[in-house]
């Protein structure tokens, strides 16, 4: 019939009343957070509720689960960080410390959580005690990216003021910066992305001004430029399968790199911005999220687009996938959060 539109959804969540910014998935389990200050606990199968999170007095822009699964935490504009029980949504803690909350990352190896901020710290605090492991500092504004390397033994964060740092966990002790006066390293723009290679060394640097860098930690050394976008890079990373690596834009386009030629080897296209990638580990696909509305899957051996999924009104502005990769949940500027099969 004419005037119908696809929809791909599996499930859908609607109890958001404002977009919704931050969605996390462990087995069965998610957690949106959204502009109403608050953040839902639910069902991936049936959408119904486990718990409402109702302590941030501002928007909730971040979440994850640790990487056991026993714990969830959550993070807002409120400089809050709550963490909750997973299987029940009982509320274990309340940490404080940061300005604004940008982003939170699980260690891959055990229960710590590290946060970016807004003021130009990193904070890090063991779980379930809550102890302040340490305080990471030398940013001179917003922390707008940053994670645990894969083997857990540094910490990698991007900032506006266009310095990319490695921490030691430990001590927090800087190792290795890349800094905004470096022409070598994104000609002085702000950090706004980045992906760390599963050898923990290099690491892939988007900045604002659509270039985006290759760099290894370990010497300090800048492997080279190898994209160049018309807008912001909002995503970045590697694939486990293959020597690849992207670059995700403002301008749509997503450059898939060839790392063993350094040369570019496919340019994928979304009808408005792309708003973040995810490299899948159990098999050589990548999905990735847009301002037009869509999730698209995409084949990295042989560089095809597989398919769309449709669902959203709005921008999809965040997405995760379960632990056993066979779904994705994903959230918009529409006010919900959804579930789409991959297979």
């Known amino acids: 019939m004419v005037g119908l539109k696809r929809v791909d959804t599996e499930q859908g969540f609607f109890q958001h009343k404002e977009p919704v910014y931050t969605v996390s998935m462990r087995d069965n389990v998610v957690v949106s957070g959204a502009g109403d200050d608050k953040a839902f606990v639910w069902n991936a199968s049936t959408g119904e509720v486990i718990r409402q999170l109702t302590s941030h007095t501002d928007s909730v822009v971040a979440s994850g689960f640790s990487q056991d699964g026993q714990f969830l935490a959550t993070g807002g504009m409120d400089g809050r960080v709550y963490v909750y029980k997973s299987s029940s949504g009982d509320q274990i803690l309340l940490l404080e410390g940061p300005d604004e909350v940008t982003w939170l990352n699980w260690h891959p190896r055990g229960n710590a959580l590290l946060c970016g901020s807004a003021d130009g710290t990193l904070w890090m605090w063991a779980i379930p005690s809550g102890q302040c492991m340490n305080v990471f ?12 390397t894969p083997d857990g033994r540094s910490i990698i964060s991007g900032g506006e003021d266009g310095i990319l740092f490695s921490y030691d966990p430990k001590t927090a002790a800087v190792k290795t910066q890349f800094r905004a006066d470096d ?9 706004t992305s980045l992906g760390v290679h599963s050898d923990s060394q290099v690491v892939l640097a988007g900045g604002q001004d659509g270039t985006s860098c290759l760099v290894h930690m370990g010497n300090g050394k800048v492997l080279g430029t190898i994209s160049k976008a018309e807008d912001s890079i909002e995503a970045c990373g590697f694939s486990t399968h293959l020597p690849l690596a992207s670059v995700a834009s403002t301008d749509g386009t997503i450059a898939v790199w060839d ?16 708003t973040k990638t995810i490299w899948l580990k159990s098999t050589p696909l990548m999905i990735s999220s847009s301002l037009d509305k869509t999730v698209r899957l995409w084949d990295m051996r042989t560089g095809t687009f597989e398919r769309s999924f449709y669902g959203h009104t709005g921008p999809v502005l965040d997405m995760a996938v379960g632990n056993d990769e066979t779904s994705v949940a994903t959230c918009s500027d529409d006010g919900s959060a959804q579930i789409f099969f991959l297979r």
């Open 259 to 274: 790392l063993s030629l350094m040369r570019l080897r496919d340019t994928f296209r979304h009808a408005e911005g792309v």
């Open 183 to 191: 022409v070598r390293f994104l000609n002085g723009n702000s950090v």
């Open 137 to 148: 500092t030398g940013h001179g504004s917003s922390v707008s990216c940053g994670q645990f």
